[in-house]
């Protein structure tokens, strides 16, 4: 694929890639950090503005299932346009709407500014990647998407900590409004940078957007988690079963759709073609279930400690401190270490988070009482896992693919990240609501926290399963 840049000068007088990649990377790491770290301050979120469950998830799942259903589209707006133009737009959006989730003063609200900041992070979060595609060569691309699944890995871990520091300190008694209002300074220094270092490339012979299949995607994934986030809450009524039965053949649609596209010269979001290739067909198979785990797993424990177990937000937080940490020291060591074992490194991963999850699950379920110490221990394998996994997951695939269908791959992957994560907190968070019913019996969290456990090592196993059939490359 040609790369065009449109920055005046000499290629001598352009920005070096390296000095614009940490501005970038914010671009990476804001919207994953934002799908994270509210899960934290649900119980205060709940409090304050009288929210139900059901809200709940959707604080949760609406950003996701918007920045999910657009993001492709946004990539392919950035070919179009010039990536950087719709990475400034994004951030400029993403700010401001993390203003508005900061200042909401309802529940209907604050849901709709999360649904518009998801927008904004598919503007932005795309062009990360393709900048990355169109800036660096050889062991230079290697590296920087090393770096690039390094920083959206830990900004999922660093979420849940960050969260509990900022609920600890009140700035300003504003409780959990400063887990949203932190994005603005660092959005704004962004912006700014961002004009100064970061070149703007564009692809010639851009593809339109996939206008068709964009509409499919979204109804496909919105008529699957409607009725599974407000269908408890409400009593299952019909339409929530007319609207699951309706997504069966809006989903054959959306393939039929693709399908016909790439036919037709077009160029569609989830080209056939592409799940042809073995190792883009497990990558998406292997993260879609994985983001399933984690989304469910960070939802329904942010929960279940402060609710069930009486944590504060900042006990919450920190009692998630080792799995960072963990998580960061695998990180460190990625390169040498997928160098070293290849792809037995995700499978030992992937057991290593099952495990984790399993041995967290009976120290909550069975302990007399729960410990920021007790949790430790398996917390800290669960992070060994999930770096060892996620993190060489996405820059592993994308090496083994011709480099014309790199970019596009890395688009139809966070897409799947961000439908898993989605699909994880409305499904496990639904679980977890049915099983507890609004009552404080300890018998009862403790069969909804094995419930929850128990599903997600099975996620987790079959991940392990999944990506040991990926070749390194």
């Known amino acids: 694929m040609a790369i065009t840049s449109v920055l005046p000068g000499p290629a001598a007088t352009r920005p070096a890639p390296w000095r614009a990649l940490p501005v970038l990377l914010t671009g990476a790491f804001l919207p ?8 934290v301050a649900l119980p205060s979120i709940g409090r304050d503005l009288h929210a139900g469950p059901a809200e709940l ?25 010039g990536r950087r133009r719709l990475f400034m737009v994004g951030m400029l959006a993403f700010t401001l709407m993390s203003t508005g989730c900061g200042l909401a003063p309802g529940t209907a609200a604050l849901i709709g500014f999360r649904v518009a900041q998801g ?9 990360v990647l393709a900048a990355i595609q169109a800036g ?35 700035m300003a008694g504003l409780s959990w409004r400063p887990l949203f209002l932190v994005n603005v300074p660092v959005g704004v220094v962004a ?38 986030t407000l269908g408890r809450a409400s009593g299952w009524p019909l339409w929530t079963w007319l609207c699951l039965a309706a997504a069966v053949p809006v989903g ?55 609710v069930g177990h009486g944590f504060t937000p900042v006990e919450a937080g920190f009692t998630m401190a080792p799995c960072t940490l963990a998580f960061l020291g695998v990180a460190v060591f990625n390169g040498r270490l997928v160098a070293r074992y290849g792809t037995r490194m995700l ?7 099952a495990v984790g999850l399993a041995g967290f699950g009976a120290t909550v379920a069975l302990s007399p009482q ?23 997951l996405i820059g592993l695939v994308l090496a083994g693919l011709p480099a014309e269908r790199a970019g596009l791959a890395g688009g139809v992957l966070s897409t799947a990240m961000q439908v898993g994560l989605a699909l994880g907190a409305s499904v496990l968070g639904s679980v977890l609501f049915a099983i507890v019913d609004g009552t404080a019996d300890p018998g009862r969290w403790r069969v909804a926290t094995l419930t929850g456990v128990a599903v997600e090592c099975v996620l987790a196993s079959t991940v392990a399963a999944v990506v040991g059939r990926l070749r390194a490359r």
């Open 119 to 127: 927008l904004a992070a598919a503007l932005m979060f795309p062009q």
């Open 370 to 392: 729960v410990t920021v110490v007790g949790a430790a221990l398996p917390l800290t394998v669960a992070g060994l896992g999930w770096a060892a996994l996620l993190v060489p």
């Open 32 to 39: 994953v950090l934002d799908a994270f770290i509210v899960n």
């Open 252 to 306: 054959i649609g959306f393939l039929v759709s693709q399908g016909r596209s790439e036919r037709s010269g077009g160029t569609p979001l989830l080209p056939p073609s592409l799940l042809r290739l073995p190792a883009a067909r497990r990558a998406l198979v292997a993260i879609t279930l994985f983001a399933m785990c984690i989304g469910g797993f960070l939802f329904t424990t942010a929960i279940t400690l402060q």
């Open 191 to 228: 912006l700014l940078v961002c004009l100064r270092l970061v070149p703007e490339t564009r692809t010639p012979t851009a593809p339109r957007v996939d206008v068709v299949g964009s509409v499919f995607l979204a109804a496909a994934i919105a008529l699957v988690l409607l009725p599974l």
């Open 136 to 170: 660096f060569t050889g062991g230079d691309r290697q590296r920087a998407l090393g770096v690039f699944g390094a920083v959206i890995g830990a900004a999922g871990a660093v979420g849940q900590v960050l969260g509990g520091w900022l609920l600890s300190a009140d």
């Open 57 to 81: 998830e959707l604080t949760v799942s609406g950003y996701g299932v918007a920045y999910a259903c657009t993001l492709v589209a946004g990539g392919r707006l950035g070919d179009r346009f």
């Open 347 to 353: 499978v030992a991963g992937g057991v290593a988070f």
